[in-house]
């Protein structure tokens, strides 16, 4: 069936440094969102990708989608401590009506 | 702006009892879902709603849980006989016109179900 990997589960990074998330699809991608959930709320879409190759840049964020549709990543530059939560890519497959979600990397930052 | 609203945001049921959880999605859309986090894990489908009919289903989404759109405005997901394993979060999410697996997905608070 249709998995979608996240990794890393978890990461600490001091105010600062940058943080990289990687997405990876068991099968073709119609499209990959990405998603962010801070503690004790619920997800909410920062964006979406659909091209093959397709960069998207929103402030310190980076998103990629790769050239065969399986994998993305979430690239953010200077963490800040609004940042933590945990960023969820979700992928959407043609012709189905659901979106999977990853299992989502919960980002740490100390000051 | 338009949010999607869920009621109740915490319920306490008994083992075996039957729950209805409510939402109500943005009026516009066409698509609706129901989720489920269970505590610090991963936000997983239960089933997708279009047309009045359920589109797609997921293997937890077993005999024991059913939708509806009894009114045009609110959707509901029922467990008939409730146990442990079914405490969670359940979000409800709608999608705009579209197609079902493309665009955004806007999310509710959330009900958490703890089952005792």
């Known amino acids: 069936g249709q998995q979608v990997m996240q990794i890393p589960q978890y990461q600490h990074v001091q105010e600062g440094e940058d943080f990289t998330t990687y997405c990876n699809s068991s099968?073709?991608?119609?499209?990959i969102q990405w998603y962010k959930q801070r503690p004790g709320g619920h997800p909410v879409f920062l964006i979406q990708l659909v091209k093959s190759g397709e960069v998207k840049k929103q402030k310190r964020l980076t998103f990629q989608f790769g050239e065969a549709k399986k994998n993305s990543s979430l690239h953010i530059t200077a963490t800040q401590t609004t940042d933590v939560g945990t960023y969820f890519c979700a992928g959407g497959y043609t012709g189905g009506f659901k979106t999977i979600f990853g299992a989502g990397t919960r980002l740490f930052v100390k000051a | 702006e338009p949010e999607v609203t869920q009621t109740p945001s915490h319920q306490v049921t008994q083992m075996g009892q039957e729950v209805i959880l409510r939402c109500v999605p943005i009026?516009?859309?066409?698509?609706f879902y129901w989720y489920r986090q269970i505590l610090g894990q991963k936000v997983e489908f239960l089933v997708s709603?279009?047309?009045?009919?359920?589109?797609?289903k997921s293997e937890i989404f077993d005999d024991q849980f059913s939708v509806e759109r009894p009114d045009g405005s609110n959707f509901t997901l029922k467990i008939r006989s409730t146990k442990l394993e079914d405490s969670a979060m359940y979000f409800c999410?709608?999608?705009?016109?579209?197609?079902?697996?493309?665009?955004?997905?806007?999310f509710g608070e959330g009900s958490r179900l703890t089952v005792l």
């Open positions: 999410a709608s999608r705009p016109l579209g197609t079902g697996y493309t665009g955004e997905l806007f």
């Open positions: 099968t073709t991608l119609s499209n």
């Open positions: 009026s516009n859309h066409l698509y």
């Open positions: 709603f279009y047309n009045n009919e359920i589109s797609e």
